[in-house]
């Protein structure tokens, strides 16, 4: 920046006003949370109403409650075992595709993208997804939750541009020294791709670990749902039999208790958050360049 | 003339060998390709198909292809519907709402950020803004729940402070567009920037050097330069959110209304959603489904059309 002149009144105000904006708005996005955490640790004799969020008391008994809910530890076995087949089905068979359809000599590869892109402007709809999956016999089983949205067009076609834009160089040694296409993809291409690997995986895992309607609609008993059908069903519903609270625990209130259980489902993406963001923020970049 | 067509069938069956031969030629790619294939016959293309119940008097007994055809029945019972329109009406009036207040806030939260020149300060504030977009709307409907609440939350412990009545946000039909529009904004707001924030990076510094020896100050710097350099990523973007109009966020309004709101609060998939698989009225839900997605489908067209002719820039 060139040296700066004396900056005038006008100036000065709108510098202290942009700060004091900005500092109320993370506020806005941290007090939520912190108004949670504490109540979510606060003992239920001080569960009253206060602006303050310093607990007056102490307890973990809100999360033991929580941790011994086997709802959630069921929720918690669900949604990992998605998120892991979930992921790998989808990075595996979004990799091979964009692949294909980045090669310019694949035959009716025009074709072939506009049957795919088409896909990004019109669907079935609620019902007839519905009633697939109900024929297709996958209800109540994990492949309802992983299937349905195996390939996301709009990430494929972004994996597609980032192959694109590798160079040909890259491959040519090994096309001469006989290598074929399956092994070209696997220990030449994939290697060199690992920014644009990274940001599908962060991205499918986070989709699925936040997805719950799939789940709340194609799971048919409480056992089978996913963590986030749970909370739902706590927090939002008030369902007592989820809540599971047992009658000895003292110093629990259903307040505290499903707040402990907001914290607990969202701890996971706030552990991995600086490293999610990082890469989310890069995948926006590339999406809005060929987008 | 006979010897005419036999010739060309000749030629385009000479050339339909010529692709086979090529797909074998690319064996190991087709081997590749062969997932995606039956994933999008399957998963994307069969449900099209399916629209065809909207059609039919769906019976789950008979199948799709079996049940009986009654035409355009559902869409005439649809249209005659009161609560329908009800539901069409809420849908575009919370749009509306959420394109006037929702649409301008990441770009003047982007020009904020913009004239920070404290870059620490800046990524904290930034990087706590992008928080909410990472999490469901089940965990946030859940926070809001809970901090809005009439007993327990702090906004309304607030408002006792100065004297006021509690306000019930999610349970008013007065209150719950207003609530939709806030944690809307609350949940976008940051990340929604980032668009704006690639498009300001470009601005060539130079041109800011050149208006300060011209004797510019910041505010005519910010309305001179940083805006009309956003125009145009602003105008594409109003374009494509206009196209989104029909097109409601299930996620949020299924985790935060109720009954008691349906009046301004059910929204068209909110209401195929219930009819559907709540009262299992199969073949009703999907003729509301097909005219959502044929609207969204035509507002896209129509958008992209637009967009065209502005920006000389399109979806395709």
């Known amino acids: ?291 | 003339m006979n010897h005419a067509v036999s010739r060309s069938d000749l030629l385009s069956q000479a050339k339909r060998k010529r692709i086979w031969h090529y797909y074998w030629k690319h064996r190991y790619l087709s081997l590749l390709f062969v997932p995606a294939i039956l994933y999008y016959v399957i998963f994307q293309y069969l449900p099209t198909y399916g629209v065809l119940i909207a059609f039919k008097d769906y019976q789950f007994r008979q199948g799709i292809w079996n049940s009986p055809w009654i035409g355009f029945r559902h869409f005439q019972h649809l249209f005659e519907l009161e609560s329908f329109w009800q539901v069409f009406r809420n849908t575009i009036v919370l749009s509306v709402y959420k394109l006037i207040f929702g649409f301008p806030a990441p770009i003047v939260l982007a020009i904020l950020f913009n004239e920070v020149r404290h870059s620490l300060f800046k990524k904290f504030v930034q990087t706590l803004s992008y928080l909410p977009h990472f999490l469901s709307w089940v965990v946030v409907a859940g926070l809001f729940v809970q901090f809005l609440s009439p007993s327990i939350g702090p906004v309304n412990l607030l408002l006792r402070l100065v004297g006021l009545d509690p306000i019930y946000f999610l349970g008013s039909t007065d209150w719950f567009r207003f609530t939709m529009v806030t944690t809307d904004i609350w949940k976008s707001v940051g990340w929604g920037t980032i668009i704006y924030l690639a498009s300001l990076a470009s601005i060539n510094p130079e041109l800011y050097e050149a208006a300060e020896v011209d004797g510019s100050n910041r505010f005519q710097n910010m309305f001179y330069i940083t805006l009309p350099s956003l125009t145009p990523v602003i105008t594409i973007m109003f374009i494509f959110a206009v196209g989104q109009i029909v097109n409601d966020d299930f996620d949020q309004i299924f985790n935060l209304y109720n009954p008691a709101v349906y009046e301004v609060g059910d929204v068209l998939s909110t209401y195929t959603y219930r009819r559907g698989l709540v009262e299992l009225d199969y073949s009703f839900a999907a003729a509301v489904g097909l005219v959502k997605n044929v609207l969204a489908f035509l507002l896209i067209v129509i958008t992209n059309a637009v967009s065209r002719r502005v920006n000389e820039y399109g979806l395709w």
């Open chain 1, 1 to 291: 920046m060139a040296a700066r002149k004396k900056r005038s009144i006008g100036e000065l105000t709108f510098e202290y006003l942009n700060y004091t904006v900005l500092i109320f708005t993370s506020l806005a996005m941290v007090y939520p949370f912190l108004f949670l955490l504490s109540l979510s640790i606060t003992p239920s004799e001080f569960t009253t109403v206060s602006l303050n969020l310093m607990p007056k008391g102490f307890t973990w008994n809100n999360y033991e409650q929580v941790f011994n809910n086997e709802y959630i530890l069921f929720g918690f076995a669900n949604t990992l075992l998605r998120t892991a087949i979930g992921t790998v089905a989808t990075l595996f068979v979004t990799v091979c595709t964009a692949y294909v359809l980045s090669k310019r000599y694949y035959p009716n590869r025009t074709f072939w993208t506009m049957f795919v892109v088409f896909t990004m402007f019109f669907g079935g709809g609620l019902i007839p997804n519905y009633l697939l999956v109900k024929e297709l016999g996958l209800m109540n089983t994990v492949w309802a939750l992983v299937l349905p949205g195996l390939i996301n067009t709009f990430q494929m076609i972004i994996a597609r541009n980032f192959f694109l834009s590798l160079p040909e160089s890259i491959e040519e040694s090994a096309r001469i020294d006989g290598a074929n296409d399956l092994r070209i993809l696997f220990s030449i291409v994939l290697p060199v791709s690992m920014p644009i690997v990274a940001t599908l995986t962060l991205w499918t895992a986070v989709h699925h670990w936040n997805a719950w309607f799939d789940s709340m609609i194609y799971m048919q008993s409480g056992d089978k749902q996913v963590l986030q059908v749970v909370l739902r069903r706590i927090v939002l519903e008030g369902s007592d039999t989820m809540m599971d609270l047992s009658s000895d625990m003292e110093h629990v209130s259903r307040e505290s208790v499903k707040a402990a259980t907001i914290i607990v489902t969202t701890l996971p993406i706030i552990c991995f958050y600086p490293f999610l963001q990082k890469h989310f923020v890069k995948g926006v970049m590339i999406g809005s360049l060929k987008g």
